[in-house]
C-alpha cells in the first residue's frame, strides 16, 4: 500500500538525518527565543489526510496575537505581523522545521500537500471542486507544488500540482521533490 511506503521513506529519512537536523532545530529555537520572546513555537490547526484536523508545530515568526481579531489570514509578502528579526525564517522555510515532529507523530509527510487551516479549506473547498481529493494523502513539509509554484500562488495552481502528485506519487518522486525543495529554500524562491 503507498501510504505504507511513503510512511517507511519518510520515517528512514527523517532519522537518518536528524544528527543535522536536531542542532539545527535548536540553535533556531534559542535565536527565536532572543529575538522575538516567548512563545518559540505555535501550534496551528491544519487539516490532514481525509479531512482529520491536527495540530501543526511551528516556530512563531508573528507578533503574538497576530489573529487577535479571530479571522484566519494568510500571510502576505510584507505581512506588518512579521517579527522584522525573524522574517528571513519565513523566506527560507525555516519556521516549518518543527513540523518534523508532525512526520514523526504520523500527522504529516516530507512531501505531499502543504496542510491549510479548516476554515480556509472550508472556504477553498466552496469555490474550487475537487480540492478535497488532495486529502487522500498526508499532507506535506514540502510538495510538487511548492517547488514548482510560489508561496502566494492561488488555490486552484495549486490543486492542479497537488493532483498531479497524486496520481503519479512515488519515492522516487519523493525524493525527487525533496532535493529540489532544498534548491527552493536556498535560493529563498518564494
Not at 141 to 151: D, S
Request: proline share 7%.
Amino acid at each position: 500500500h503507498k501510504v505504507r511506503l511513503k510512511r517507511l521513506f519518510d520515517l528512514t529519512i527523517v532519522v537518518l538525518s536528524a544528527p543535522l537536523w536536531i542542532p539545527v532545530i535548536a540553535l533556531v529555537g534559542l535565536y527565536v527565543r532572543l529575538r522575538a520572546g516567548r512563545p518559540v513555537l505555535y501550534r496551528q490547526e491544519r487539516v490532514g489526510r481525509d479531512g482529520v484536523v491536527f495540530r501543526c508545530v511551528k516556530f512563531r515568526t508573528m507578533i503574538p496575537d497576530a489573529e487577535a481579531d479571530g479571522h484566519a489570514r494568510l500571510a502576505a509578502p510584507d505581512d506588518d505581523r512579521v517579527v522584522p528579526a525573524l522574517a528571513w525564517m519565513r523566506s527560507m522555510r525555516a519556521d516549518e522545521l518543527p513540523q518534523l515532529w508532525n512526520v514523526l507523530l504520523g500527522d504529516m509527510s516530507l512531501v505531499g500537500p502543504r496542510p491549510e487551516r479548516p476554515e480556509l479549506v472550508a472556504e477553498i473547498v466552496q469555490r474550487v471542486p475537487g480540492y478535497i481529493r488532495r486529502n487522500e494523502l498526508p499532507p506535506g513539509l514540502t510538495g510538487l507544488a511548492q517547488v514548482e509554484g510560489r508561496y502566494g500562488t492561488d488555490a486552484e495552481y495549486k490543486l492542479g500540482y497537488d493532483l498531479q502528485y497524486l496520481v503519479n506519487w512515488s519515492v522516487v518522486l519523493d525524493a525527487q521533490i525533496l532535493v529540489r525543495t532544498i534548491w527552493v529554500v536556498l535560493s529563498r524562491r518564494v
